[in-house]
């Protein structure tokens, strides 16, 4: 199957500095919404000015990529939070502002639809095909699980985890009757199966181990996809090692975990990780079944300096020494914003990235 949108991007983008000040000062829902809503028209603009073939909202009415979630499900403390530990340039320190992601103290309860306050203005004002973002169920149990508390109301991170599985299902088949084009998973917590501190944080932690606990985790999201899949709508995974403050958590290529996951996973698109060493070789891409489609994260979206669109292409022919050119496309490797804080580069910054893909994906699959 041909990659459509050639020229992607993982969802999120910087917050400006009105809508900051404003979620700090605490402004009311109703000046929060007409900056939410300039702000996104204005992205969207943008968007369709550097070429991308695919819109987003920016996820901007969002605290973090998952807060669609938190936000409408009681029975989060978002006031406390599990311990991880984050590194940049290497060098370990302590986790960033949104790293707070709260924990289960209650059984759950869905207040809401998760992205009913976004999808009605984004079909309204994209200039084209748009894509909509949910967390995988998968994030919860290992970030929001905490000893002592959650399991008071949830015996195992399973039971957590299957609680959690009916509310993502549920808004996957509401997007896809909706007639969303492009329905992204945002699932980074895979990538706890390819670093070795983190299998054995879920040996230690989670009390689990890792091989079983990557069957159960393909299980809950293919339950999630279950009943959503349709024509005309594109179904897509993301998988990072972590973007916060361009900081990350995780390392290591996608080996250990590709031929269960790339073969398993019940959707048609993988956006990938490549962007540094951290990501390892394109060989595991052997694994990716000829009915889907990779979108290559080579462009980075934790720092300023702008990649050489010479060596991008170099990749993307690397790459396609495993899967062929038709079903690739380029996309930065994370969003520019997972926490509302985002990462530590300028909005020209973004864009300039932004506008590389759109020129090198131009260039490659002219």
């Not at 603009?45 to 969002?62: M, P, S």
């Not at 070795?196 to 999201?221: F, V």
């Not at 290529?253 to 990780?273: M, N």
């Given at each position: 199957?041909?990659?459509?949108?050639?020229?992607?991007?993982?969802?999120?983008?910087?917050?400006?500095?009105?809508?900051?000040?404003?979620?700090?000062?605490?402004?009311?829902?109703?000046?929060?919404?007409?900056?939410?809503?300039?702000?996104?028209?204005?992205?969207?603009?943008?968007?369709?000015?550097?070429?991308?073939?695919?819109?987003?909202?920016?996820?901007?009415?969002?605290?973090?990529?998952?807060?669609?979630?938190?936000?409408?499900?009681?029975?989060?403390?978002?006031?406390?939070?599990?311990?991880?530990?984050?590194?940049?340039?290497?060098?370990?320190?302590?986790?960033?502002?949104?790293?707070?992601?709260?924990?289960?103290?209650?059984?759950?309860?869905?207040?809401?639809?998760?992205?009913?306050?976004?999808?009605?203005?984004?079909?309204?004002?994209?200039?084209?095909?748009?894509?909509?973002?949910?967390?995988?169920?998968?994030?919860?149990?290992?970030?929001?699980?905490?000893?002592?508390?959650?399991?008071?109301?949830?015996?195992?991170?399973?039971?957590?985890?299957?609680?959690?599985?009916?509310?993502?299902?549920?808004?996957?088949?509401?997007?896809?009757?909706?007639?969303?084009?492009?329905?992204?998973?945002?699932?980074?917590?895979?990538?706890?199966?390819?670093?070795?501190?983190?299998?054995?944080?879920?040996?230690?932690?989670?009390?689990?181990?890792?091989?079983?606990?990557?069957?159960?985790?393909?299980?809950?999201?293919?339950?999630?996809?279950?009943?959503?899949?349709?024509?005309?709508?594109?179904?897509?995974?993301?998988?990072?090692?972590?973007?916060?403050?361009?900081?990350?958590?995780?390392?290591?290529?996608?080996?250990?975990i590709a031929e269960k996951l790339f073969g398993g996973l019940q959707v048609d698109r993988f956006l990938l990780e490549y962007d540094d060493e951290r990501s390892g070789t394109?060989?595991?891409?052997?694994?990716?079944?000829?009915?889907?489609?990779?979108?290559?994260?080579?462009?980075?979206?934790?720092?300023?300096?702008?990649?050489?669109?010479?060596?991008?292409?170099?990749?993307?022919?690397?790459?396609?020494?495993?899967?062929?050119?038709?079903?690739?496309?380029?996309?930065?490797?994370?969003?520019?914003?997972?926490?509302?804080?985002?990462?530590?580069?300028?909005?020209?910054?973004?864009?300039?990235?932004?506008?590389?893909?759109?020129?090198?994906?131009?260039?490659?699959?002219?």
């Amino acid at each position: 199957m041909a990659a459509p949108y050639r020229a992607d991007h993982v969802g999120s983008l910087l917050r400006p500095p009105e809508l900051l000040a404003a979620r700090a000062d605490g402004a009311d829902p109703e000046r929060l919404r007409e900056i939410e809503d300039r702000h996104i028209l204005r992205v969207l603009a943008k968007q369709r000015e550097v070429g991308l073939d695919i819109y987003t909202d920016g996820e901007l009415r969002r605290r973090n990529f998952m807060s669609d979630f938190t936000d409408a499900v009681a029975g989060f403390d978002l006031g406390d939070a599990v311990a991880r530990a984050w590194q940049a340039g290497g060098e370990a320190g302590s986790a960033p502002v949104s790293s707070v992601t709260g924990i289960v103290t209650d059984r759950l309860r869905q207040l809401r639809r998760l992205t009913a306050h976004e999808l009605p203005f984004l079909k309204l004002h994209s200039p084209g095909a748009f894509k909509v973002t949910l967390p995988s169920a998968n994030q919860f149990p290992a970030i929001a699980f905490k000893r002592g508390v959650t399991d008071r109301v949830y015996p195992s991170h399973s039971a957590l985890l299957w609680d959690i599985v009916p509310i993502i299902r549920d808004e996957l088949q509401s997007l896809a009757a909706e007639g969303v084009p492009y329905i992204q998973i945002d699932a980074p917590r895979y990538s706890y199966y390819i670093d070795p501190r983190w299998r054995d944080y879920i040996r230690r932690e989670m009390g689990m181990e890792p091989g079983a606990a990557l069957d159960e985790a393909i299980r809950a999201d293919n339950t999630c996809l279950g009943g959503a899949r349709r024509p005309g709508v594109v179904f897509a995974m993301h998988l990072c090692r972590g973007n916060n403050r361009s900081h990350w958590y995780a390392e290591g290529g996608y080996d250990p975990i590709a031929e269960k996951l790339f073969g398993g996973l019940q959707v048609d698109r993988f956006l990938l990780e490549y962007d540094d060493e951290r990501s390892g070789t394109f060989e595991p891409l052997r694994f990716i079944p000829p009915d889907k489609s990779v979108v290559l994260g080579l462009v980075s979206s934790k720092h300023p300096r702008l990649e050489s669109m010479r060596d991008l292409i170099g990749r993307i022919e690397e790459a396609a020494r495993y899967v062929p050119l038709e079903r690739l496309a380029l996309s930065p490797q994370c969003g520019f914003a997972s926490t509302m804080e985002g990462n530590l580069l300028s909005e020209d910054d973004q864009w300039a990235k932004l506008r590389l893909v759109v020129e090198t994906a131009r260039e490659v699959w002219r």
